[in-house]
């Protein structure tokens, strides 16, 4: 055997004749490569103005002083050009595309592209991973970019979280000195939610999204006012349009038309009047003029006597022309006193007063004084309604 096997570097044999040779030559293959850099491949015959100590890869059907050497490394050396096969699993560095390749089942590979098919356990980019963490990276900055179009993508980029269960939870996690403190994913469902805490172990569920219908649910009292759209002034939220849909900004006149109107059965706003200031508001919500009165309706007065003997109650009967069984009578006493009543025998006096249309033409009253007796004449006020 006169070369080594993979790179077929000479051996020096027993009993050679000067064995410094065979060792230089061996050396200059062996220096170039180590650390191999490759300037340009492709070439098929030496570059001018290639250096000493340069490397190619050969092309095919090479000539001139690479003539036979296809596919071969060639090292340009004090001693003229020196050729080397490529064995599986060499190392190179390819200068014009500044890209380490491998040599694999006859290929250069991209060193990133040959890696790319290797599984690793675990994998830990400036810091160290291990069996929760199986890749671990320590940086300020990380960036994922699409491949495009022009390399073989479509410019796409999706960045895939995949549970293995409804039940299970699939989540970007937010933490501060490696406490959690926000969470936002399929959390234990297969629902959208945003979960925060302030200690990493207290949770409230802030936004929630239904997969199904889309309706986003939010915690309580997290939505204030100043948080809601703008409104123009004099307006209230609600809707007035038929059927189903957005909130609108009503005005006060499509709020009134939304609301029932005062009835003997609803409660609401109170009906147009019509105008006037006669007529009042019946239980019925409707207005009318009170019977037997009207706006400029009379205060008339009498004077009825209580006798010389001094009396607890009395019941009284007098003429009203006109009055009629159907009206209703208001009363109570005067202030107006009678013949020579004095002042204070009026005010130590109080009355229970009843009063009725009894037939036409004729009230009725019965008075009681309070505490009493009372004697003698006493003027009384009343209305027929």
């Known amino acids: 055997m006169e070369n080594t096997g993979r790179f077929e570097l000479p051996l020096i ?7 410094h040779v065979t060792h230089n030559e061996a050396l200059t293959l062996l220096d170039g490569l180590i650390h191999l850099v490759i300037k340009t491949s492709g070439d098929i015959s030496p570059p001018v103005g290639a250096l000493v100590d340069d490397a190619f890869l050969v092309g095919p059907s090479a000539s001139g002083a690479w003539f036979g050497a296809d596919g071969k490394i060639a090292f340009n050396t004090d001693a003229g050009w020196r050729f080397c096969a490529p064995t599986r699993g060499i190392i190179a560095f390819f200068a014009a595309d500044n890209e380490l390749r491998i040599y694999e089942q006859n290929v250069w590979t991209a060193l990133g592209d ?42 796409d980029i999706q960045i895939k979280l995949n549970k293995e269960s409804a ?28 979960k925060v805490s302030p200690n990493g172990s207290a949770w409230q569920t802030a936004i929630r999204i239904d997969r199904t219908t889309a309706v986003v649910t939010l915690a309580d009292n997290s939505i204030g006012n100043t948080a809601l759209g703008d409104m123009a002034s004099g307006r209230i939220k609600g809707r007035s349009s038929a059927g189903s849909g957005d909130p609108q900004d009503l005005t006060p006149a499509q709020v009134t038309a939304m609301l029932d109107l ?4 609803l409660k609401g706003l109170v009906p147009n009047s019509g105008g006037g200031t006669s007529n009042f508001l019946r239980a019925d919500g409707t207005w009318a003029t009170p019977a037997g009165g009207s706006a400029g309706a009379t205060a008339y007065l009498t004077t009825l006597d209580f006798g010389t003997s001094p009396v607890f109650s009395k019941t009284f009967t007098f003429a009203h022309a006109g009055a009629s069984v159907t009206q209703k009578v208001m009363m109570s006493p ?29 009230i009725q009253v019965v008075i009681s004084a309070i505490p009493g007796p009372v004697s003698g004449l006493r003027n009384f006020n009343y209305l027929l309604l």
């Open 13 to 19: 044999l027993p009993s050679q004749a000067q064995k």
């Open 334 to 362: 005067s202030a107006v006193m009678p013949g020579l009543l004095l002042p204070d025998e009026l005010e130590l006096d109080s009355f229970s007063v009843a009063a009725r249309v009894s037939a036409a033409d004729t």
């Open 114 to 155: 040959f890696v790319g098919s290797l599984s690793f356990p675990t994998l830990g980019v400036n810091t160290t991973a291990d069996v929760t963490n199986r890749l671990a990276v320590r940086s300020n900055n990380a960036l994922f970019t699409a491949l495009e179009a022009g390399s073989g993508g479509n410019g």
């Open 262 to 265: 005062f009835t003997n059965s």
């Open 167 to 194: 039940g299970d939870t699939a989540s970007f996690l937010y933490q501060t000195n490696y406490s959690g403190r926000a969470e936002v994913g399929l959390n234990g469902d297969d629902d959208l939610s945003i």
